[in-house]
């Protein structure tokens, strides 16, 4: 074993998870998880069987990643923050075979305590603020916010909010990296 666990975590037999990992309390993962190496799960995470966790992704305190999502890597969720996989989900009628696929791409960021409905794909180092619902998808490098979420602004790769419109063309430079940014037709292109 070359990931850390907490003695109060449970991770079923089977479940993949990559060296340098870090499991806290009270987290359960289930038997069909696939983890990457240096991840990160806080205190009272879920990780169902049909999920697949990227590199270095960081997941904060009482998220449950429910089946059918998949985190590329670098991908941060905050605390409390929600995934659903069925989009009108009742006790008494199953609906496993409804599950919609959830995709959040390289480098996102989810916020505290925002709602991911299933079925979207986050864009890579796209930023969704704390508390916001999403029920479509998130272009690469957008910061959206609210409820229903809506596209506000733009973010760098480095976690900085950038200085373009929300839509129409404009070109800016990303103050903590250097690396320059384009906006062209509600897609932003970065050149490193």
Known sequence: MD?????????DHG???????RIWHWVH?????????????????????????????????NVSVY????????VF????????????PRAAISKKHEFRDTLVDTGATLGANCTIICGVRIGAYAFVAAGAVVTRDIEPYALVAGVPA?????????????DLPVSGFARTT?????????????VVTVHE
């Open 29 to 61: 993962i289930c038997s069909g998880a696939k983890i990457g190496k240096s991840c990160t799960l806080g205190q009272n995470v879920f990780v169902g069987n049909r999920v697949v966790i990227g590199n270095n992704c960081k997941i904060q305190n």
């Open 3 to 11: 990931y850390e666990a907490h003695e109060s975590a449970i991770i």
């Open 174 to 186: 990303c103050k903590a990296s250097g690396h320059r940014y384009v906006l062209e037709d509600s």
């Open 77 to 88: 969720c905050g605390p409390s923050m929600v995934f659903t996989n069925v989009v009108n």
């Open 15 to 21: 479940a993949k998870i990559g060296s340098g990992t």
């Open 67 to 74: 089946d059918n999502v998949t985190l590329r890597e670098n």
């Open 150 to 162: 809506r596209r506000i602004g733009w973010m760098s790769k480095h976690g900085e909010r950038l």
